[in-house]
């Protein structure tokens, strides 16, 4: 009796079903890597939740904390340099406010004890100035305090208690000639006076010596014509600056970027 021969199944072949459902899986796979190379939270936390071996996807997830955490350094670096740069603003208006006051005092001071044909208070980009004629303080060709100028000096000498800031000194003379022992020219005479006003408030009041700067201009700088009386005795003073420490900060920075 002859077998019968075995039909041919229709259809694709079984390994073909294999073969598909594999190709399929790489396909998938592959779009799973695409999606993860373009960082979506909300994309990427639906694949990490689909699969229940989280341990292939561990370091992605610590790669966007690591980015977030970097954005934060960023936001708290910007926060503090805000809260640096309106610290100063603060500080700035706080020592406008304190040399306005002091302006105000010196001048009703000035007011009061009838002194403003000897003296002038103004401000100006340096700070406080005090314009004192030579006759309050001085004799002619002399650097000792006079005892009528000492009452002014120790008003000066009691607001400066009460401020940090720096003070120049300036001492100047008209353009005569001086030739004695103890000033041989104008330069040794500016100096001497503008070292004995700072040696006064030093020595009178608690005053740090290094907040002051004596400086000598001798008849360098007239602020008129040195040719009346009247001229000359303008040309003759001592001149106090009570820095504006905003001012001396722009020197400090302009002195180290030459």
Request: charge should be negative; hydrophobic fraction near 40%; proline fraction near 4%.
């Amino acid at each position: 009796m002859k077998r019968r021969k075995k039909e041919p199944e229709k259809g694709s072949p079984r390994w073909m079903t294999t073969f598909s459902d594999m190709i399929l899986l790489i396909l998938v796979f592959f779009v799973m890597l695409f999606s993860m190379s373009v960082i979506d939270a909300k994309k990427f936390e639906a694949i990490a939740d689909s699969f229940e071996n989280r341990q292939i996807l561990e370091r992605l997830p610590a790669l966007m904390e690591l980015e977030g955490a970097n954005q934060s350094v960023d936001q708290n670096q910007d926060n503090k340099e805000d809260v640096a740069e309106a610290d100063m603003e603060e500080e700035q208006s706080a020592a406008d406010m304190e040399l306005d006051q002091l302006l105000r005092e010196v001048q009703e001071y000035l007011e009061e004890n009838n002194l403003n044909d000897y003296i002038s208070a103004t401000r100006d980009d340096r700070g406080v100035v005090l314009v004192l004629q030579e006759q309050l303080l001085f004799e002619t060709a002399e650097a000792e305090i006079l005892s009528e100028a000492e009452p002014f000096l120790d008003k000066v000498g009691t607001l400066l208690q009460s401020l940090p800031n720096l003070v120049k000194v300036e001492g100047h003379t008209d353009d005569r000639p001086i030739s004695t022992f103890r000033y041989p020219s104008n330069w040794e005479l500016s100096s001497a006076r503008a070292s004995s006003v700072i040696r006064y408030l030093t020595s009178s009041y608690s005053l740090e010596p290094d907040r002051f700067l004596a400086t000598g201009y001798g008849e360098t700088q007239p602020i008129a014509p040195n040719d009346t009386e009247e001229h000359l005795r303008e040309n003759r003073r001592v001149v106090i600056v009570i820095s504006d420490p905003e001012f001396e900060q722009e020197l400090t920075e302009a002195a180290g970027d030459l």
